[in-house]
Nanobody, 120 residues
Framework: QGQRVESGGGSVQSGGSLTRSCACF?????MSWCRQAPGKEREGVAA???????SYANSVKGRFTISRDAVKKTLYLKMDSLIPEETAIYYC?????????????????WGQGTEVTVSS
């Protein structure tokens, strides 16, 4: 699978937007974006599977969009209308299953994670 390189973290004010990217995923099966806030368990926020079927956590529906570019081998997460409670380290994850899932435990390959800070 190679090295995963994440980018697009940073700080934004409440209501703002950020786009995360995760390069070097030569994979067309199940992939996900997960996040872990301080003192909380890691949770899946968006997933994409074979045939590009997408799913989202209820808390982010309508605000987050997951996508991937097979040519660039990159997974993306566009995040709009961010709120302070979404401050966390965001990770990309993939494989080995073909379907996407919001359950972090099924994924075998992980990016290094980058921090997203949303200020009020």
């Amino acid at each position: 699978q190679g090295q995963r390189v994440e980018s697009g973290g940073g700080s934004v004010q409440s209501g703002g937007s950020l786009t995360r990217s995760c390069a070097c995923f030569d994979y067309t099966g199940g992939m996900s974006w997960c996040r872990q806030a301080p003192g909380k368990e890691r949770e899946g926020v968006a997933a994409i599977g074979n045939w590009d079927h997408k799913s989202y956590a209820n808390s982010v529906k309508g605000r987050f969009t997951i996508s991937r570019d097979a040519v660039k081998k990159t997974l993306y997460l566009k995040m709009d209308s961010l709120i302070p409670e979404e401050t966390a380290i965001y990770y990309c994850a993939a494989g080995p299953r073909e379907v996407g899932s919001l359950s972090p435990g099924i994924y075998e390959y992980w990016g290094q994670g980058t921090e997203v800070t949303v200020s009020s």
